[in-house]
């Protein structure tokens, strides 16, 4: 979930100083992950890989407000070793399902500050357990000033009330264009690389752009016994087609790095397992209408 309130306020701060020409409302994201077979501590196997899309839309009502909407779904398919998990304490599960919906407000102070306000609601829980139980919201709110005409720098704090936790933490974003070709920005495709972090870009012509970039990432839900989270820093390279018309490709190379697995059973005290670092492969597909 932190990653996508990321997402969210990079969308938003991009959108909040571009005025014309005005973007299409609505916006399609469809995605895919692939990560390369790890192992858990014991040597039990551990595999993922991860769909999902996203649907959004925003629009501007007069001079100073932007409003906006967004719903996503992911599903993340799991396969590992029960027994090298927590001492086989731990119920395996086949996939975990997570449904989101987000709204946001900006409002434009003047030419140079704007003040950002996104609430958001979300679902996450893994095969047999309910969705209902994994029912966590937050809130998220700053502001972006735009230095020079190259240069955009963001601060705020994200609220989140997630799955049996919660946690408040400062955000930093940053969209400068270093030159013509290059950009150093926060990344704000959903899927492998997602909303947080920094990525560096060099767009090669008005069709091909290259990247590469870190960040951290972290997926928590809930289960028959508790909530799970799994967590780890990745480094990722991206190679992005944007044709004539209102869509684009993008490709990715990820690593993760070794992470980690914590379980949060009922009545009792979390418990951590290591995950051993991986390649990975996504892509994603954008549609803008």
Request: aromatic share 16%; net charge negative; proline share 3%.
């Given at each position: 979930m932190k990653s996508l309130y990321l997402l969210l306020l990079a969308t938003l701060s991009l959108s909040a100083?571009?005025?014309p020409p005005a973007p299409p409302p609505w916006t399609l994201d469809i995605y895919g992950i692939q990560m390369q077979k790890g192992e858990?501590?014991?040597?039990?196997?551990?595999?993922?890989?991860e769909l999902g899309l996203q649907f959004g839309y925003s629009t501007r009502l007069g001079p100073k407000w932007i409003l906006g909407a967004r719903v996503n779904y992911d599903y993340r398919r799991f396969d590992f070793d029960r027994t090298a998990l927590f001492d086989g304490a731990l119920e395996t599960w086949s996939h975990r399902q997570r449904v989101g919906l987000g709204f946001n407000a900006i409002h434009l102070l003047n030419q140079r500050w704007s003040l950002i306000l996104a609430p958001r609601v979300q679902?996450?829980?893994?095969?047999?357990?309910?969705?209902?139980?994994?029912?966590?919201?937050?809130?998220?709110?700053?502001?972006?000033?735009?230095?020079n005409p190259d240069l955009q720098l963001g601060v705020g704090f994200s609220y989140l009330?997630?799955?049996?936790?919660?946690?408040?933490?400062?955000?930093?974003?940053?969209k400068w264009q270093i030159s013509e070709r290059w950009k150093l920005d926060n990344p704000f495709e959903p899927g492998f690389s997602g909303g947080a972090g920094l990525e560096l870009s060099y767009r090669w012509n008005?069709?091909?752009?290259?990247?590469?970039?870190?960040?951290?990432?972290?997926?928590?839900?809930?289960?028959?016994?508790?909530a799970v989270e799994t967590q780890a820093p990745l480094a990722f390279l991206r190679w992005s087609y944007f044709p004539e018309g209102d869509w684009d490709l993008s490709i990715l190379l990820g690593y993760r790095f070794s992470g980690e697995m914590e379980w949060d059973p009922n009545g009792s005290g979390r418990r951590k397992q290591n995950i051993d670092a991986r390649l990975g492969v996504g892509a994603s597909l954008a549609f803008k209408f």
């Open positions: 100083h571009a005025r858990l501590a014991q040597d039990g196997d551990f595999d993922d890989s679902w996450s829980a893994a095969q047999e357990a309910s969705l209902s139980d994994g029912f966590s919201y937050g809130l998220l709110a700053g502001g972006m000033a735009k230095v009330n997630d799955v049996k936790d919660t946690t408040f933490f400062p955000i930093i974003l940053v008005p069709h091909y752009e290259f990247a590469f970039g870190g960040a951290y990432r972290s997926d928590r839900f809930v289960v028959n016994d508790g």
